[in-house]
């Protein structure tokens, strides 16, 4: 194995300075919906539920400023039912600034448990109780945006899942401008892949947002810009002095679609340098990363890196490689 990359996957985690303080939202737990951390609220006119989340995980504090922030602000929709909602509580409980990469989730990752055979199940743990709590809210949505952010360097992005309507939605949004179509990951599914979201059947449509790194003051801004875009698309909220501007001139969108998600087959998978999320690598068959023995190699030119994931491990989601629209 090159030096190189045995050092990307030997080395400790770098120290990741924490420019944000998490929010206090000990006065949102109650909320009024009867499941703690999510208020709604309805408008004079009827129309569609909108539900925005945070803390999906417990350690990506940007989205619960945003909607501490939206909360304390009073922002009440024009219409239809508005939905904040503080995710995984237990997690987020566990946040320390000093270890920050530790409260991600108590016992899995509950990104990963949203599949109906897994909910309906026998299986227990924090996440999947949480999850089987806020079910019947989820699936009473019409649409859904889930806040997330990165830990490794990486532009922002939104994923829209695999269908046209969470393409549209996402374009529609405008920020962050660049838009990953994908179908997941193998070791479970996200909250915008449960059914109700996915079946071509339905309408309901949900996307979710990589705003930036976890700890950094931007991460927010880029947070409350789409959060603001999808108010004013749905028709919720125009011009609310909690809402951002939109950006000016607006971001030109582009649309990557996932065609390859490299899932970790050994404990040996290392990148052959610390590629930074967003990057496009011009060259088919180029060598980006080892597992074990295997090549990881760009399938075509022009191979948009999504979220690589510079310290993996065995049987999780590395990298994702997508070609962009148009290129």
């Known amino acids: 194995m090159r030096s190189g990359m045995s050092a ?33 609220f309805t408008g004079p006119v009827a129309g569609p539920h909108v539900m925005v989340l945070a803390l999906t995980h417990g ?36 946040f320390d600034p000093d270890q920050p990469t530790t409260s991600r ?9 949203w599949d109906a055979a897994l909910l309906d199940g026998s299986l227990r743990s924090v ?12 699936e009473s949505t019409d649409v859904l945006l889930d806040i997330h952010s990165m830990l490794w360097p990486s532009d922002p992005l939104i994923l829209c899942g695999p269908t046209a309507r969470g393409q549209a939605l996402a374009q529609a949004v405008g920020m962050p401008g660049l838009m990953v179509a994908d179908a997941g990951h193998v070791n479970g ?11 071509p059947a339905r309408l309901p449509v949900g996307i979710l947002v990589e705003a930036g790194q976890h700890w950094l003051a931007g991460t927010v801004d880029t947070v409350l810009g789409c959060i603001a875009g999808l108010l004013r698309h ?18 030109t969108p582009r649309l990557a679609e996932v065609t390859t998600t490299v899932t970790a087959a050994t404990a040996g998978f290392a990148f052959v340098e610390p590629w930074r999320g967003g990057t496009v ?38 990298v994702r490689l997508a070609r962009v629209r148009g290129v």
Do not use: K
């Not at 990506?60 to 509580?89: C, K, Q, S």
């Not at 989730?105 to 448990?113: C, G, H, I, P």
């Not at 996200?190 to 079946?199: G, M, N």
């Open 8 to 40: 990307i996957r030997d080395t400790p985690l770098p120290h990741f300075e924490v420019q944000l303080r998490a929010p206090d939202i000990a006065r949102w737990l109650a909320g009024n919906t009867g499941i703690p951390g999510f208020t709604s």
């Open 127 to 138: 996440e999947l109780a949480r999850a089987r709590q806020i079910r019947a809210l989820v």
């Open 189 to 199: 599914r996200r909250i915008i892949d449960h059914p109700r979201f996915t079946d």
């Open 59 to 94: 350690n990506e504090i940007a989205g619960a400023i945003a909607l501490d922030r939206l909360l304390a602000a009073g922002l009440r929709p024009l219409w239809g039912r508005l939905t904040f909602g503080f995710v995984n509580l237990a997690a987020f409980a566990r």
């Open 234 to 251: 749905t028709g919720m909220a125009t011009d609310h002095p909690a809402l951002p501007a939109p950006p000016s001139p607006a971001p």
């Open 281 to 318: 690598v011009a060259r088919r068959n180029t060598l980006i990363a080892m597992d074990g023995n295997a090549e990881i190699r760009t399938p075509y030119d022009n191979c948009l890196l999504v979220m690589p994931s510079l310290r993996t491990s065995r049987g999780h989601t590395a």
């Open 105 to 113: 989730f108590v016992d899995e990752d509950m990104n990963r448990v």
